[in-house]
């Protein structure tokens, strides 16, 4: 049967990268005889363009219907002016929440090629191997009331809601101890209990749901604290598990210690595993058109959907040795260039995991 697979490109870099990536894809479907079927949509900045919302009905109905979804990313200062509701950004926490991707997985794992480009020293960051697990559709993402009001002497003011119910922290917490059963079998997650009660109730259900998993070791840490570990140990994690907007943070911070967010993938999974996969970047309007963006992460989220949805874990771990054997060749992008390696374009890097595949 074929496996349908939504490509959104998006905006900024977003049409680079995602052409590499596809390349890629159709590479090992004709390798394989896969029977991948791709179509491509509108989200962000590209869709307001052409239909005046950043997420189409027609987008929405094909991503309901299709089996994955790959995505480049949205946004950019042009679409900054525009109102609130129907900014780039909307369109993609509006298919996160109608399509229930509740479990974002944020792998940063450095690849021993890159640990120069890493900020941090090589011995803080050599085999480092994180797996963040954010909660996608909560939290003060999500939380109601929210807005911009005046108050009675004139005074603007804004507000919004964190909140998290017991189901949504068990949902994201099974995900996260299931994980870390294939992993190292330590959780650790993520709060300001001191401070905030949503964050208090989170603790006392990962305490609770723990329980169902003796052999995982679970600690709790309060997110100021995570962000320093994160830069001054941060081989001492193994699974991290956090809310929506902490995640956002952390992970940013996480994907920068392998070198280049330009490397990371992520997976953002439904409760029967339904996924979209894009990567950790954002569209970088900067970069964007200039041939310089770094396609990896793009085509390391293809080889995640591969292995999640689809079943295809050896087909991933071929994509995943090319884009390595892509690195001990000394080709790299700007952002992860450092002396005595070759620089090479966006097209160039993502041919080469192509030819890498095809040798
Ligand atoms: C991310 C991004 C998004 C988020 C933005 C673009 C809405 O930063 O995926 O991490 O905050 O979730
Ligand atoms: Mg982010």
Same mark, same amino acid.
Not at 3 to 24: C, F, N, R, W, Y
Not at 266 to 282: F, Q, R, T, V, W
């Given at each position: 049967?074929? $496996?349908?697979?939504?490509?959104?490109?998006?905006?900024g870099?977003? +049409?680079?990268? !995602?052409?590499?990536?596809?390349?890629?894809?159709?590479?090992v479907?004709e390798?394989?005889?896969?029977?991948?079927?791709?179509?491509?949509?509108?989200?962000?900045?590209?869709?307001?363009d052409?239909?005046?919302?950043?997420?189409?009905?027609s987008?929405? =109905?094909?991503? #309901?219907?299709?089996?994955?979804i790959?995505?480049?990313?949205?946004?950019?200062?042009?679409?900054? +002016?525009?109102?609130?509701?129907? #900014?780039?950004?909307?369109?993609?926490?509006?298919?996160?929440?109608?399509?229930?991707?509740f479990?974002n997985?944020? +792998?940063?794992?450095?690849?021993?090629q890159?640990?120069?480009?890493?900020?941090?020293?090589?011995?803080?960051?050599?085999?480092?191997?994180?797996?963040?697990? #954010?909660?996608?559709?909560?939290?003060?993402? *999500?939380?109601?009331?929210?807005?911009?009001?005046?108050? =009675?002497?004139?005074?603007?003011?804004?507000?919004?809601?964190? /909140?998290?119910?017991?189901?949504?922290?068990?949902?994201?917490?099974?995900?996260?101890f299931?994980?870390?059963? $294939?992993?190292?079998?330590?959780?650790?997650?993520?709060d300001?209990?001191?401070?905030?009660e949503?964050?208090?109730?989170?603790?006392?259900?990962?305490?609770?749901?723990?329980?169902?998993?003796?052999?995982?070791?679970?600690?709790?840490?309060?997110?100021?604290?995570?962000?320093?570990?994160?830069?001054?140990?941060? $081989?001492? *994690?193994?699974?991290?598990?956090?809310?929506? !907007? *902490?995640?956002?943070?952390?992970?940013?911070?996480?994907? !920068?210690?392998?070198?280049?967010?330009? !490397?990371?993938?992520?997976?953002?999974?439904?409760k029967?595993? $339904?996924?979209?996969?894009?990567?950790?970047?954002?569209?970088?309007?900067d970069i964007?058109?200039?041939g310089?963006?770094?396609?990896?992460?793009t085509?390391?989220?293809?080889?995640?959907m591969?292995?999640?949805? *689809?079943?295809?874990?050896e087909?991933?771990?071929?994509?995943?040795?090319?884009?390595?054997? /892509?690195?001990?060749?000394?080709?790299?992008?700007?952002d992860?260039?450092?002396?005595?390696?070759?620089?090479?374009?966006?097209?160039?890097?993502?041919?080469?995991?192509?030819?890498?595949?095809?040798?």
């Amino acid at each position: 049967m074929s $496996k349908k697979i939504l490509v959104l490109p998006g905006d900024g870099i977003g +049409p680079e990268i !995602m052409a590499q990536a596809v390349q890629v894809l159709n590479t090992v479907n004709e390798q394989h005889s896969l029977d991948l079927e791709i179509e491509e949509a509108l989200i962000g900045g590209a869709a307001i363009d052409a239909d005046g919302v950043p997420l189409p009905d027609s987008t929405l =109905e094909v991503a #309901r219907n299709s089996d994955a979804i790959l995505l480049g990313a949205v946004g950019g200062p042009k679409w900054e +002016p525009l109102d609130r509701a129907i #900014r780039p950004e909307k369109g993609l926490l509006k298919i996160r929440s109608e399509l229930e991707l509740f479990g974002n997985l944020r +792998p940063a794992m450095l690849y021993p090629q890159l640990a120069s480009a890493s900020s941090l020293k090589p011995e803080v960051v050599s085999g480092l191997d994180i797996l963040i697990v #954010r909660e996608l559709t909560g939290g003060i993402y *999500f939380g109601q009331p929210r807005g911009i009001r005046t108050l =009675e002497n004139g005074e603007r003011q804004g507000y919004n809601t964190y /909140v998290y119910s017991e189901s949504e922290i068990e949902r994201i917490g099974r995900l996260a101890f299931d994980l870390a059963m $294939k992993r190292d079998k330590r959780v650790c997650s993520v709060d300001k209990c001191n401070v905030l009660e949503v964050t208090e109730l989170w603790r006392e259900v990962m305490e609770r749901i723990s329980q169902e998993y003796p052999e995982v070791e679970l600690s709790h840490m309060y997110v100021d604290n995570a962000a320093m570990q994160l830069v001054r140990a941060p $081989k001492q *994690f193994d699974v991290m598990v956090t809310g929506n !907007m *902490f995640g956002d943070i952390l992970s940013d911070a996480a994907a !920068m210690l392998t070198g280049s967010i330009g !490397m990371l993938p992520s997976a953002s999974l439904d409760k029967n595993g $339904k996924g979209m996969y894009e990567p950790c970047h954002g569209s970088a309007p900067d970069i964007a058109g200039q041939g310089i963006a770094n396609p990896l992460a793009t085509i390391l989220s293809a080889a995640m959907m591969l292995r999640y949805s *689809f079943g295809l874990g050896e087909v991933a771990d071929q994509i995943e040795k090319a884009v390595s054997q /892509v690195l001990d060749k000394g080709y790299r992008t700007p952002d992860i260039y450092t002396e005595g390696t070759e620089k090479v374009s966006t097209e160039a890097m993502g041919q080469a995991v192509v030819d890498a595949l095809n040798a």
